[in-house]
């Protein structure tokens, strides 16, 4: 029987870093190349080696930014069709796991990241959330999952093989 992939939970800054192909300046020189980040953990969904789990939210997220708004929908919408990505809705359960951790005070989480929270939280078979956005990395193994393990914050991790998200085929 064939192992299960992988599945990790993506926040829509990720989703964002990956269009853009973002590389943020470091303190002390260099650059943290997010875009590469993003690109890795794709490939290994190519792969079947992961599944990548997300809130629906995502899909409008993503275009809160200018530079990918410009993009084509089309391009956009395909993407997010690919056998690897898992959208999942915002329901009521969702919905009443993200107040509760807003209520629990969490890094005076704001709604959407609650939601993306929650989603991680409650999907099935999510080992990992992955951001880039500090306050939610501070929140690594603080969030009780529906198994009653901890969920894990962190960056995407980095691989070998890289592609342009536009590569991707769609469905």
């Given amino acids: 029987m064939a192992k299960a992939p992988k599945r990790v939970c993506w ?3 990720v989703w964002i870093a990956l269009i853009q192909d973002e590389k943020i300046p470091e ?4 650059f943290e190349d997010r875009g590469l980040l993003c690109k890795a953990v794709v490939e290994e969904a190519k792969a079947g080696e992961i599944e990548i789990v997300t809130s629906a939210l995502c899909l409008v997220e993503v275009c809160k930014n200018r530079d990918i708004a410009d993009h084509d929908p089309k391009k ?5 069709e690919n056998d690897y990505v ?3 809705g915002i329901d009521k359960t ?10 629990a005070g969490f890094s005076k989480l704001k709604p959407p990241d609650a939601c993306h929270l929650a989603t991680a939280a409650i999907a099935p078979s999510v080992t990992e959330l992955h951001t880039f956005d500090d306050k939610l990395l501070a929140l690594d193994s603080r969030i009780e999952k529906s198994d ?4 894990r914050v962190c960056k995407p991790n980095v691989g070998e093989r890289v592609g342009s998200l536009f590569d991707v085929p769609g469905p």
């Fill in 11 to 13: 926040d829509a800054c």
């Fill in 94 to 103: 969702i919905g009443e796991r993200a107040r509760e951790l807003m209520m």
């Fill in 148 to 151: 009653k393990t901890m969920l």
């Fill in 86 to 88: 898992l959208l999942v």
């Fill in 76 to 80: 956009l919408a395909d993407f997010f």
């Fill in 27 to 30: 303190s002390g020189g260099g």
